[in-house]
């Protein structure tokens, strides 16, 4: 699977951003897909996506300002992220899992100035 992610760029603390991950193959067929983050210095986490039942769930950090989304149409998912913190900065990663084994795409640069 091949992910090309997009989006990222620098944005005032409280602004919002739209994060978009293309897939090379539907995302039907692929179990789960997720966002990630990797701030400077930082282990990279997953901020939020969708598991291999329907469900999608976030890290507490992203819980009530960001919002994981697809469009089975375009094999695309997106993250929706609002009220942006300086925190939130890093590279963000798309994510996609089949049976042992894991996709990245090439990560999309987050700036938040406070």
């Known amino acids: 699977v091949q992910l090309q992610a997009s989006g990222g760029g620098l944005v005032q603390a409280g602004g919002s951003l739209t994060l978009s991950c293309a897939a090379s193959?539907?995302?039907?067929?692929?179990?789960?897909t997720a966002w990630y983050r990797q701030a400077p210095g930082n282990q990279r986490e997953r901020v939020g996506g969708?598991?291999?039942?329907?469900?999608?769930t976030y890290a507490d950090s992203a819980e009530g300002r960001f919002t994981f989304s697809r469009d089975i149409g375009k094999n695309t998912v997106f993250l929706q992220m609002n009220n942006l913190k300086p925190e939130d900065t890093g590279v963000y990663y798309c994510n996609a899992y089949e049976t042992h084994k894991n996709y990245w795409g090439q990560g999309t640069l987050v700036t938040v100035s406070s």
């Open positions: 193959k539907s995302i039907l067929r692929i179990p789960a």
């Open positions: 969708i598991n291999s039942e329907g469900e999608i």
